[in-house]
C-alpha cells in the first residue's frame, strides 16, 4: 500500500524548478546572479542599439523626404519634362534609340 501511494505521487517538472529554486547554494545563488547581471546588460545594449536604429531610420526617412521633393521641384522646372510633353512621339523615338544604343553597346559577342 505505500509502494502504491509513491508511486501515484510524480513529481512534475514545475515541481524540480520550484525545488532547484528553494535551495541555498552559494554557486546556484551566484551563478543566478550572473545570469541575471548578463541578461540585463544584454538588455541595456539591445535597447541603446534599438535606439540608435530608430533614430538614424528616422533622419534617414526625413532627409530622403526632402531629397525627393528637391528633385521634384527641379523635374517641374526641367526642359526636358517641357519637351516631352509638347512632343511625346520624339521623346518616346529617342528614348527607343538610346535604348537600342545602350543594349547594343553592353551586348556580349
Not at 541578461?39 to 535606439?51: F, I, K, P, Q, Y
Not at 534617414?60 to 521641384?73: G, R, Y
Amino acid at each position: 500500500m505505500a509502494t502504491q501511494a509513491k508511486s501515484n505521487t510524480k513529481a512534475t517538472p514545475k515541481d524540480n524548478h520550484a525545488a532547484a529554486s528553494d535551495s541555498n547554494s552559494p554557486i546556484s545563488d551566484k551563478m543566478q546572479d550572473t545570469l541575471h547581471h548578463s541578461v540585463d546588460a544584454l538588455a541595456e545594449r539591445v535597447a541603446n542599439t534599438e535606439e540608435k536604429l530608430r533614430h538614424g531610420a528616422s533622419s534617414s526617412a526625413e532627409a530622403i523626404a526632402e531629397k525627393q521633393k528637391a528633385v521634384q521641384a527641379q523635374w517641374k522646372q526641367s526642359s526636358i519634362r517641357r519637351y516631352a510633353a509638347e512632343n511625346p512621339l520624339a521623346s518616346a523615338g529617342i528614348a527607343f534609340a538610346a535604348g537600342m544604343l545602350l543594349t547594343s553597346l553592353l551586348r556580349k559577342k
